[in-house]
């Protein structure tokens, strides 16, 4: 008991820090933020996660709209060929198709698929 009179005396911040009712407040403090399964800690985990999943909802959402419309445009028998000689490389009986690749994109290529 004398320790704790002569921490008082020499430091006086200490007799509210020894408080009991402060004690406890600091200990579920710090258990709530630190050693709780819904601690802060993991709140902060948990919410990253959520922003990344609800930035994949917009992306894949994103690219529905995008597939229906295409779907929509196909319903157009031009569009189909269209489609397929832009994307199939596909062409009729007396057409010749060149491809033309340039040295940038092919080494784009080649650094995205080491990647």
């Not at 930035?55 to 196909?74: G, M, S």
């Not at 596909?90 to 340039?102: A, L, T």
Request: glycine share 0%; charged share 35%; with cysteine.
């Amino acid at each position: 008991m004398k320790f704790f009179q002569r921490l008082e005396e020499k430091y006086s911040w200490f007799k509210y820090v020894g408080n009991r009712y402060v004690l406890v407040l600091i200990f579920f403090a710090v258990w709530m933020l630190f050693l709780d399964n819904y601690s802060y800690l993991e709140h902060r985990v948990l919410n990253k996660e959520l922003d990344e999943l609800e930035t994949n909802k917009n992306y894949y959402q994103d690219e529905i709209k995008k597939d229906c419309l295409d779907i929509k445009r196909l319903n157009n028998p031009d569009q189909i060929e269209k489609y397929a000689r832009e994307k199939y490389y596909m062409k009729r009986d007396s057409e010749d198709i060149y491809i033309i690749e340039f040295e940038e994109e092919m080494l784009e290529e080649v650094n995205n698929k080491s990647l």
